[in-house]
């Protein structure tokens, strides 16, 4: 049965029976998105009244979770595949994707019934790079299929336990007359997948490309109806690849996997603390090596700084991988509480590894950066910095002090600058600590 479709602006959601170019609700030009009006089936499958239950009358199975034998993504995962989740993995083309999700199936297909759904790449390309990836390429199943419809059919007959669509955006639905990719194909689809995967029980993964403007396309419309949201990012230019959550109903965001892309594929990188620390061969000035943490794990990330004259009335702040105004608000302190002035200076500051940090942790390290690039003087070797600087000029404590120093001592940092507050009762023989309590002694140290 054909169903009926009218259309909406995807900007006041205001319905309208015929497309036009502008909406006629709010004004907006091209905005009006193909939907669908009614769904008979499952208004005819509906009881005529939903039962209200108590939350403690309502068993409670802890979701089991299976190990995709991939340690990384079971981390961001939140510890693990759960059984009937959806996740949504976004990332820019040629990120690695594909092969990501390739390796998982291949890993989990000894444990569950896996099926690889590709629109993008036939078969046989998938094929020749499991063959190459070397992974058991008869327990890996495939099909490739871009009708949502079929798709489902041939799901509720197989029965797999996880499933992987690759990517979204090739899916179309019968139902509808617009383009593969477009907003409203892409919400439909995904609809009827995720319903499907909590009918069935399947593990659901949707692979997801990112529009120009960084976002998932079909403007964020999946992002709500998936349990996981994960990205892949990673600088094009280097080997290493990032994978972290920005939403999980199961576990923390903040979670970072970090991978290498090599000849065999994506291999893992369990240690990355060492990827974050550009090699010097001796101190070099404007640079500072903090402690941050991401979701459950300490990492050593190093912060450089370039503090240079400026010809500018209004000297250039510039940030990669921090925000721009915690820098105009600590080069402030450093003004009003250790008196150095940076109004005449240009302030550039770089995290190193692409990594982005959001947390307040990272503002001790920072200030010794630029202040180490002001006076062109290196900080003494091995130095680790974590520390939160308050507008008062006070050095605020951190959560898992203990552990952010744990980190640096595994590397072989021999000094650490942190808050009084985090400074452990007793001493460690290998570290020295210098426990700072206001900004003004952190300068007089360095
Ligand atoms: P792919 O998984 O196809 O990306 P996506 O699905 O996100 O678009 O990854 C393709 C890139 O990865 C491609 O540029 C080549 C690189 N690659 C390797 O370097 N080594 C490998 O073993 C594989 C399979 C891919
Ligand atoms: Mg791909």
Redesign the pocket.
């Known amino acids: 049965m054909k169903q009926k479709t009218g259309y909406q602006c995807t900007e006041c959601g205001a319905s309208a029976a015929k497309w036009s170019g502008q909406c006629a609700d709010c004004g907006a030009w091209n905005t009006l998105q193909e939907t669908l009006l009614s769904r008979r089936e499952t208004r005819a499958a509906r009881p005529a009244r939903a039962a209200i239950e108590v939350a403690a009358d309502v068993a409670m199975a802890s979701e089991p979770r299976t190990a995709t034998g991939i340690s990384e993504l079971d981390r961001v995962l939140g510890g693990g595949l759960v059984t009937g989740s959806v996740v949504l993995l976004g ?1 820019d ?8 999700l390739l390796q998982t199936l291949a890993s989990l297909a000894a444990s569950l019934k896996t099926l690889y759904l590709t629109g993008e790449e036939s078969l046989q390309q998938v094929t020749l ?1 499991a063959a ?2 070397e992974l058991p390429v008869e327990r890996l199943r495939l099909l490739s299929e871009t009708c949502v419809e079929q798709i489902l059919e041939t799901c509720r007959a197989d029965r797999p336990q996880a499933l992987v669509i ?1 990517s979204i955006q090739t899916l179309y639905s019968e139902s509808l007359q617009s383009a593969p990719g477009s907003v409203s194909q892409v919400r439909e689809c995904a609809a009827q997948l995720v319903r499907f995967a909590k009918q069935s029980h399947t593990a659901l993964f949707l ?1 997801g490309h990112v529009t120009k403007e960084g976002t998932l396309a079909g403007p964020r419309v999946l992002e709500h109806m998936v349990d996981t949201v994960l990205y ?1 990012e990673g600088d094009p230019g280097s080997r290493f690849r990032v994978i972290r959550a920005v939403k999980n109903r199961f576990g923390t965001v903040n979670e970072l996997g970090v991978f290498a ?5 994506l291999q893992e990188v369990s240690n990355p603390s060492a990827l974050f620390l550009s090699q010097h061969s001796q101190p070099v000035s404007g640079s500072a090596i903090m402690v941050t943490r991401h979701g459950t794990r300490p990492l050593l990330v190093e912060a450089q700084a370039l503090v240079d004259g400026s010809h500018l009335g209004n000297p250039r702040r510039v940030t990669l991988g921090l925000e721009q105004n915690r820098l105009s608000m600590l080069l402030a302190v450093l003004h009003r509480h250790a008196g150095i002035a940076m109004y005449d200076q240009d302030v550039f500051v770089n995290v190193v590894g692409g990594v982005r940090i959001s947390e307040t942790a990272a503002d001790l390290a920072v200030l010794c950066a630029v202040y180490s690039s002001f006076r062109d003087q290196p900080l003494r070797g091995q130095t680790a910095i974590f520390g939160e600087v308050g507008l008062a000029g006070e050095i605020r404590p951190v959560p898992f002090g203990r552990e952010r120093l744990a980190e640096a001592r595994k590397h072989g940092f021999t000094r650490a600058i942190l808050p009084i507050a985090n400074a452990p009762r007793k001493a460690p023989s290998d570290v020295e600590i210098l426990a700072a309590e206001r900004l003004g002694d952190v300068i007089e140290a360095l």
């Open positions: 990332g083309p040629g990120i690695g994707k594909s092969t990501l790079r190459r990836l690759d692979v892949f892309m090599g000849e065999r594929g």
